[in-house]
Every structure is written in C-alpha cells, then in structure tokens.
C-alpha cells in the first residue's frame, strides 16, 4: 500500500505539472481545431458570392487569366483552380510584386474580376496559424509541439489515477465511468474532470498523435527517418509548421516563368476537368512540366497528375494508393484530424473531442485553484522514489526517445532540479520538491 501511494503521488505530480503547462493550450487547440474541422464550410461561406453565375458568355481560362492580370498588373500567375461548379467563379492564384504577398483572385466564366482575398487573411489560414504556431512562428510552433508532448504524459498518467483504487473506499465505477453528482462541489469537479478525462482519453492521444507530422521538430525528424528508410514515393503533401507562413513559399512562387506555355493551358485544363478529381483541383504552370493536383482535405482522394509543356501529354499520375504506406497512414491520420476522414460524423466527433478537452482544462483549473494553499503551488509533497516506479519511468523515457522535445525538456528539468532549484529554497518550497534536497 506504501508503496502504491508514493507511485500514486509520483505520478499525480507529473500529471499535475503537465496539466498546468498545457491548459492553455489545450484550450487554444481545442477552440482553434474545433473551427478548422469546418475549413471547407467556411471557404465556401467567404465564397458565396462568387458562386452561381451565369454560364452565358463563357470565356476559356486563358482569358480569365489574363483578365486576373489586368486587375493586378506586374503580378505573376501561380496557379488556377477548376470552378466546383459550373456557374462558379475560377480562382487565379496571383504573386504580387516584391515577392511577399498573394491574391486569391475570383475570375466570374464570362471573364469579370468579380472579387479577391489575400489567402494569408483568410479565415480558416488565419486559424490554421493560430493552431500550428499561437502567432509566434518558428518558437511558437516549438511551444505547441512541446506541449503536445506533454499532452500525451498528462493523459497517460491520467488514465493511472482514473483507475479505480481498493483504498479509493469501494465506490464501484461512480466518479469513475460516470460522475457523482450529489457529493458537493470538490467531488463534482473531480468526477467531471476524471470521468472526461476517461471517455476522451483515447481521441485525445489519436488527436495529438496525428498532429505530430506538422510540427516542426517532430516532423522534420520523420522527414529524414522517412528518406533514410526509403519509404518516399512522391512528394511529401503535408507542411511542417516553422513560421506564420507555412502555407505559402512566396519567393519559390514567383519564380514561375509560365509566359511562354500559356498558350496551352485550355488544353491542360480541359485535361484536367475530364478526371473529375476532388475539389480543390489546383493547375499549376510548368518549369519542367504541368502539374494538376487535388488538394481535397480528405487525403486518400487526392491524386497528383503531370503534364508535358509542349506536348500536353499526360507523363505521370500518381493517386493515393500509389503512394508509400506510411504516407498512406500519414494521410489517413491527417484527414481524421482535420475532420474530413467520412464526413460530417468525422466533423461531430472532433467537435466532442475538443469540448471535452476543454472541459477537461477548465475542471482541472478549477480544482487546482480550489485547493491551492496561500504559500504554495498546490502539489502533493514529492514522496521517496518508490520501488515499483522503474516501469513508469521505462514508459516515459520510451515516450521521450519518440518526442523529441519531450526529452529536451526532462533533461532541462532534472538540470534545473539540481542545479538551480537547491540554491532557491524559497521556489523550490513553492513548487513542493524542497523534501528531495
């Protein structure tokens, strides 16, 4: 039984650090995700009106393009997007001079410039930067995949205090499964807290490790293990998040010098609409050839085609079954966490998982303030390591060696613990490990 309670409390202390680092983004990532999982609701919100026109007059996409250009002279054509249908507006992608901006420009099938959006303001762009980087770039994305990282220790630790415990006085699955209600406020917010904590738990950890590809230090370190294992077949479809603009490489951009092989591209687009691929489908002007991709969320939909610059024959065609499995599994698990995996459902059950998340950072902020003593930060005394503790410690250092950041942060931590924290008495009481010196 001792030496259950000192394993009890070691880990309530990890869980206990680990959530109050990362409540705040929880609550960030849980309000910011919940609105991506609605990016195409929302595109086609800021889009209405560019939709259902009138189809007399149409004029070839050449002639949009140019008609984008005269709107916006000296910038230079990135790539055209096919109408979703017939009677909407195609969308020219612009690089504007001096090479740092963009314009979605909305081009109406009779030729009209009907409308444009800078792509960097954009709803769902705008929260996509917030989700990936809270608006503090390269640092910023670091500090979401760390506390990710320790997302993933707070619910493994987590699911170890929900369990039930003979000490815990023989209540049966009540505030284990389902919360007691009738027992005061400090049981309520515990059963809320531990009760959610238990059915979110694993779309939590399926959530956090579908993200991991995007980050910055994660998925440049799966970048090289994927080449240096040989699991590359194609190009890799998903971005790294390393600053605010992510999404856009404006000086590769403006490198395209298409002038020349704009003559064909009513022929490649006219290609391109007879393989009816998913929505979004992008066109992209050659520097060796044409490239016709769909950019659709739902990832095993999307195909990459290539065209020759001077023939237009089709030279390559590459589909999501052609790609390396891991891709395969990469994309399947990017598409269920941007809620494009089967649908509305897909799009429910993220929105659950995120109100649960933030239930989960609300009811643990307020149980840590309800108990938080005057002198201190509120953590149980650190107990003596106990014997039964190298199991835990074997899951976590297996846990630091997959996350990088993870590990940084428990090698500046122990640092920390002892090299500054027993010359600062004062904190190290504060924070409840002044019994280890």
């Known amino acids: 039984m001792e030496q259950t309670s000192a394993l009890y409390r070691t880990l309530w202390r990890w869980h206990f650090y680990a959530g109050l680092f990362v409540i705040p983004f929880i609550l960030i990532l849980s309000v910011t995700g919940a609105i991506y999982l609605f990016k195409p609701q929302i595109e086609a919100w800021e889009e209405a009106a560019f939709r259902d026109l009138t189809t007399a007059a149409a004029v070839a996409p ?13 910038a230079r054509f990135d790539s055209y997007r096919l109408p979703q249908a017939p009677g909407d507006a195609a969308l020219v992608h612009l690089a504007l001079p001096g090479g740092q901006a963009m314009r979605d420009v909305f081009v109406s099938p009779y030729g009209q410039v009907i409308g444009s959006l800078d792509p960097d303001t954009r709803i769902a762009e705008f929260v996509s930067r917030v989700h990936s ?13 760390l506390a990710a990282s320790w997302a993933i220790v707070m619910i493994l630790s987590g699911l170890y205090l929900w369990m039930p415990r003979r000490e815990a006085g023989g209540r049966g699955l009540a505030g284990v499964v389902w919360p ?3 027992l005061g406020k400090r049981a309520f917010w515990r059963d809320v807290h531990a009760v959610t904590g238990f059915w979110v738990s694993g779309l939590a950890l399926l959530l956090l490790i579908t993200g991991m590809p995007w980050a910055g230090v994660w998925g440049d370190a799966f970048k090289t293990v994927r ?3 040989g699991w590359v077949q194609g190009k890799q479809d998903w971005k790294i998040a390393r600053d605010d603009h992510s999404d856009h490489d404006h000086n590769a951009m403006m490198g395209n010098d298409s002038a020349e092989h704009m003559s064909s591209i009513d022929n490649i687009i006219a290609a391109a609409r007879a393989e009816k691929l998913a929505f979004p489908v992008v066109i992209t002007p050659p520097g060796e050839h ?5 950019n659709a969320q739902n990832r ?3 195909a990459t085609l290539s065209y020759d610059a001077v023939t237009g024959q089709k030279i390559n065609d590459e589909r999501f079954a052609d790609r390396h499995p891991i891709d395969q599994v990469v994309g399947y698990g990017i598409a269920w966490h941007e809620g494009q995996l089967f649908g509305w459902i897909n799009q429910a059950i993220g929105v659950l998982t995120a109100l649960a998340l933030t239930t989960l950072a609300v009811s643990g ?3 840590w303030r309800r108990r938080k003593p005057a002198g201190g930060l509120g953590a149980l005394p650190l107990p003596p ?4 503790i190298q199991g835990v410690v074997a899951i976590l250092l297996i846990l630091a060696a997959l996350l990088p950041l993870l590990a940084a942060s428990l090698i500046l931590l122990w640092l920390f613990e002892r090299l500054i924290l027993p010359r600062l008495l004062k904190l190290s009481r504060w924070l409840g490990v002044a019994t280890s010196f």
């Open 385 to 388: 390591i106990p014997a039964r």
């Open 365 to 367: 902020f307020v149980m």
């Open 180 to 182: 007691r209600l009738r």
């Open 227 to 229: 080449a240096q294992a």
């Open 300 to 302: 095993p939909l999307r």
């Open 62 to 74: 050449s002639q949009q393009i140019d008609a984008a250009l005269a709107v916006f002279p000296d």
């Open 133 to 145: 980087t809270v608006l503090l770039g390269k640092a910023g994305s670091w500090a979401v995949e």
């Open 290 to 294: 044409w490239t016709v991709k769909s």
